[in-house]
């Protein structure tokens, strides 16, 4: 079972560490994972910064690794949908934490951890509707009070919208 931390629904870095234990990631399966920044600074709240982010998801998707299905970058943490197609979990986030954080720094000039160890997986069971765990997602900023209207935040996509 997976710790939370009270009322966020997210990780709690304390416990990150077992949510390695008894991960499995198979290919073609639909995983809504999410991660929180270092601290939970909210690093985008600097809309460039978030499309550093973004730009990491693009790439991953460009290149086969995943098909996003949705995805949303809140000021400190994102959620993102995707079915993994070549890589597993472990290297997917490896490799868009890593790369994040290189450009974020680059862009912020400085040299500092941007995530949180470890990230949070969910496999989606065949019988869950995808559509309503992308609306769950890009509905994120409504329920943080950050927007309105979903269109009134710059940070989210769907493959439906």
Not at 120 to 127: I, K, M, P
């Amino acid at each position: 079972m997976t710790t939370h931390s009270e009322g966020k629904g997210l990780p709690n870095p304390k416990n990150a560490y077992r949510l390695r234990i008894g991960r499995y990631c198979e290919p073609g399966c639909l995983y809504l994972l999410t991660t929180i920044t270092q601290k939970r600074r909210p690093l985008f709240h600097d809309f460039q910064l978030g499309r550093l982010v973004v730009n990491q998801f693009r790439q991953a998707h460009d290149e086969g690794i995943v098909t996003s299905k949705a995805w949303v970058v809140m000021p400190d943490h994102f959620h993102w949908l995707v079915q993994l197609n070549n890589k597993t979990l472990a290297e997917l986030m490896c490799r868009v934490k890593s790369r994040s954080s290189l450009s974020i720094n680059q862009a912020a000039h400085t040299n500092e951890r941007v995530w949180q160890k470890g990230y949070h997986d969910r496999s989606l069971r065949r019988e869950e509707d995808m559509r309503d765990i992308a609306r769950y997602i890009v509905k994120n900023p409504i329920r943080a009070q950050l927007a309105a209207r979903i269109g009134d935040y710059p940070l989210w996509d769907a493959c439906w919208m």
